[in-house]
Nanobody
């Protein structure tokens, strides 16, 4: 059974840093594009916001709201994606979810359960 598990969330003051991790486990052939999403408190009825994504080959993309502050990376050997978050702002508060396209026999999309990031002002 394929699983995505996020970790690294917590409470931090504005201006601080956190590093999130997402590990894919189970029986599969390959992990393709991996993406970080977030959802702000009280906005569960809205679509999750794309924060950053990284292809298997290492091409990165970011939302305008985090460019220059967040860095996404991955270790293909460990099936792990990271999100280094610097200069955090209160508006970065939310649940951060990992999403990945994972190839078993076919490519399927999986989600983690999320990790909470709270930035205090």
């Amino acid at each position: 059974q394929v699983r995505l598990v996020e970790s690294g969330g917590g409470l931090v003051q504005a201006g601080g840093s956190l590093r999130l991790s997402c590990v894919a486990s189970g029986s599969f052939t390959r992990v393709n594009t991996m993406t970080w999403y977030r959802q702000a408190p009280g906005r569960e009825h809205e679509l999750r916001e794309v924060v950053a994504m990284i292809t298997r080959g290492g091409s990165e993309d970011y939302s305008d709201s985090v460019k220059g502050r967040f860095t996404v990376s991955r270790d293909n050997a460990k099936n792990t994606m990271y999100l280094q978050m610097n200069s955090l702002k209160p508006e970065d508060t939310g649940v951060y979810y990992c999403n990945a396209e994972i190839v078993e026999r076919d490519a399927m999309t999986y989600w983690g359960k999320g990790t909470l990031v709270t930035v205090s002002s």
